[in-house]
């Protein structure tokens, strides 16, 4: 993307702050939303929730939301004992459809390396401490495989409808590095 962005600049066919608008919409506002309506939907319906768990692929099409990098989901999800996170540690494997473009630290070096070999220490810069006897799954994304982390659904959420549920889910907690 960045290498994309600097020929068009250089000739002068967009302007970067342009860019960047439309990146940012991508990568926190649009994308991460469809993926915020599967976890609600989740959370408020258990045969939804067992379809998403079985398989996944198929029941994010049943919202309609599909396409490339998204054509082998995998939903793996949060409880009490266990937290999981995702990464792809050879590039940037990532699930377009449901969370929209990666964002840069997805996809830098020092992410993709450390969330394997210290998990624990990654979350805890994301402002995630997690009690010692919580096992973390890290799930390595390839172009084979994509992940949807569905996280814990908040205490005292009851009364919610789908649509506020949704809006408390943010793009980082679907990656595992948040709770929420
Ligand atoms: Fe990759």
């Known amino acids: 993307m960045k290498a994309l962005e600097s020929v068009l600049v250089e000739k002068g066919l ?13 990568e926190n506002r649009v994308g991460p939303r469809n993926g915020a309506r599967v976890v ?11 379809r998403l768990m079985n398989d996944a692929t198929a029941a994010i099409a049943e919202l309609d939301f599909n396409g490339r990098q998204g054509e082998h989901m995998v939903a793996v ?3 009490p004992r266990v937290h999981n996170l995702v990464v792809c540690t050879l590039c940037s ?4 459809p449901v969370l929209g473009l990666p964002p840069v630290w997805y996809k830098s070096a020092p992410y993709r390396s450390r969330a394997v070999i210290d998990p624990r ?3 805890a810069e994301f402002g995630t401490v997690l009690p010692d006897d919580t096992e973390i799954r890290v799930w390595d994304s390839t172009a084979e495989v994509r992940y ?33």
């Open 14 to 26: 967009v302007d970067s702050a342009a860019l960047d608008a439309i990146v940012d919409y991508y």
């Open 121 to 123: 220490g990654v979350l």
């Open 77 to 79: 999800e949060n409880g």
């Open 40 to 50: 609600a939907r989740a959370w408020t319906d258990p045969d939804y929730r067992a």
């Open 148 to 180: 949807l982390v569905i996280p814990e659904r908040p205490a005292g959420t009851g009364n919610l409808t789908e649509d506020e549920l949704a809006a408390l889910v943010s793009r980082d907690s679907m990656i595992g590095t948040t709770l929420i």
């Open 93 to 96: 494997c990532y699930p377009w």
